[in-house]
Antibody, heavy 119, light 105 residues
């Protein structure tokens, strides 16, 4: 059974940094692309970033490009999101999600971790 | 980025009703549209992928159709547990989501 468990969400100051992690189990981590998707309070879903299979290739939403870095730690079966230069508009629940196959179909989701950016 | 427009933004229906949610993309995405259900306080769940393929354990009263730029999600006989917000998403290029349709029963 696929399990995804996020951690690292916290209150951060504008301009600050946070690192989110998503520990995975129940599948071969290196064989699947994964993404971070966020949801601001009371709002809809927004793609943040994806990392493909081996971790060599990544894709980012324009809103986070240059500030966030997605990565895979294959030794720990863990997906990471390094978030720098945080802004108030980054406040959201952040979900990690595993793709179903070669397309960005989000078949499995974690429970989410809350990031609040405020002074 | 490809824009996703869902209609309606909300609807109210009764148990047993047939409900249809539409999603239009700003450019041709072939069949690469997916649908998710998010109940209040819960994590999104995949319902339909590739326009019409039901994900595992999704009840057969749920169906999806469409190709190109116009897609629909249909619930043939609405049940109380279908009260949720539904999102379409394209996976043709960099992912984008519709703004959501809230279904109240």
């Amino acid at each position: 059974e696929v399990h995804l468990l996020e951690s690292g969400g916290d209150l951060a100051q504008p301009g600050g940094s946070l690192r989110l992690s998503c520990v995975t189990s129940g599948f071969t981590f290196s064989e699947y692309a994964m993404s971070w998707v966020r949801q601001a309070p009371g709002k809809g879903l927004e793609f943040v970033a994806s990392v493909f299979g081996s971790g060599d290739d990544t894709e980012y939403a324009d809103s986070v490009k240059g500030r966030f870095t997605i990565s895979k730690d294959h030794s720990k079966n863990t997906l990471n999101l390094q978030m720098n230069s945080l802004r108030a508009e980054d406040t959201a629940a952040y979900y990690c999600a595993r793709w179903l196959g070669p397309q960005s179909v989000y078949a499995y989701w974690g429970q989410g971790t809350l990031v609040t950016v405020s002074s | 980025d490809i824009q996703m427009t869902q209609t309606p933004s909300s609807l109210s229906a009764s148990v047993g009703d047939r409900v249809t949610i539409a999603c239009r993309t700003s450019q041709n995405v072939d069949i690469y549209v997916n649908w998710y259900q998010q109940r209040p306080g819960e994590v999104p769940k995949l319902l339909v992928h590739s326009a019409s393929s039901l994900f595992s354990e999704v009840p057969s009263r749920v169906s999806g159709s469409g190709s190109g730029t116009d897609f629909t999600l249909t619930i043939s006989s609405l049940q109380p547990e279908d009260s949720a917000t539904y999102y379409c998403q394209q996976s043709y290029t960099k992912p984008t989501f519709g703004q959501g349709t809230k279904v109240e029963i």
